[in-house]
């Protein structure tokens, strides 16, 4: 069996448009031709891989993939083909070319990776689903919580894995902790404490419209604190503030932000806090700490060495930590294509799910509210505001403006469809209930 995977990338922001598809129909009909069968050892499978996107996150996907024990990539994609043909030469794939569409719609691909701009990600997935492929989407799924609904329901109805990409819980440190919790070598978990604070704050034209510090910056660290507690979270207090670049108090909002903090409450008395900032003197700034009734656990930072200074007037490391994202998390995005792969492969659950990509988002917009109207929020508020006339048409409804007969969900569970792996599990247990009676 031969697998092929797609991938869309993130790209430097110039002729945007290209990146539009058309409306994808509803066709639950063409599926993927991929056949899932367990990988044997001794003849492993081989995953095609194709890239739409090649710029700075594109080309750090592409390395991944290229990477990844047998994953090859086949084709790349760019608006601006002369990247396309760059990136192709770089890693010494085959085929090049302007069209994104010329790959989403290629019979020798099986799944599409997603990390185009935000707003082209539903719409994209909607294609996929239609054209029966598996998806791995880069947070957001979408940048309304609508259309994030109507993406994930999409896959779900057409019966392919959908995985988003949120790349921080494949890195071994946080990896590591969520390890301990539930080996409860800490025992019971009291408190989690997570901060995020980049080297240097981006331009103000990348904090414009990208949809305010906890949409943008916050939802990993927010994920990560429902990744650590195991629980979906109950409600959440969120404060920001501008410290570094003044010029971006003139936005809109939590996009006038550069410093912000959360607490969010989550079942059995379990807190978790949350501090990001666009700006750390002392470089990239990623750590976790985890308190439980028996001990806590917490990481460091990631230094490029383990080489050490000791001086009269200082002793520490020699170097200062990573100073990009994409330096510190090189590892996770290998793990996590890697992670993805398998679960193709041998049709095991995503690791990551639509789902979760969902929470992530419902948590942010949360924290955005909770910020702007100085209270708490709980999630449910959220999630009571959608409305589905079915499972791939829903809209966010005015407060407390409810069409007739419309009953309000606070579980987002509610509003999504079984998804693939789901429903094969319900199946396993239907057939061995047969079996057995």
Known sequence: MKLSILAIFTFTVVHVQAFSVAPATHATSRQTSLKMTPVDADNPKEVRVGVIGCGRIGIVHLGAITKAPNVRPVIVSNPTVSKAEAAAAQFGVPKFTADPMDVITDPEVDAVWICSPSSFHAEQIKACAANGKHVFCEKPLATDLAETVEAINACNEAGVKLMTGLQRRFDPNFKRVKTAIEDKEVGETIMIKLCSRDPSPPPFEYVKGGGGIFADMAVHDLDMSRFLAGEDPIDILAIGSCHIDKSIETLEGSEAFDTASCIVRYPNGVQAIVDVCRQSSYGYDQRAEVLGTAGMIATDNVYPNTAKIYKNHFTGNADMPYDFFLSRYNEAYVTETIAFCESLVNDTPVPCTGQDGLAALIMAL??????????????????????????????????????????PVSDPRELLTDDVDTKKMKESVKEESAVST
Do not use: M
Not at 376 to 390: G, L, N, P, Q, T
Not at 391 to 407: A, S, T, V
């Open 366 to 407: 949360a924290a955005d509210k909770s910020a702007a109207e100085n209270r708490w929020v709980s999630f449910k508020e959220i999630v009571e505001s959608v409305y589905c006339s079915d499972p791939q048409h829903c809209e966010i409804l005015p407060l407390n403006i409810f069409p007739e007969g419309f009953h």
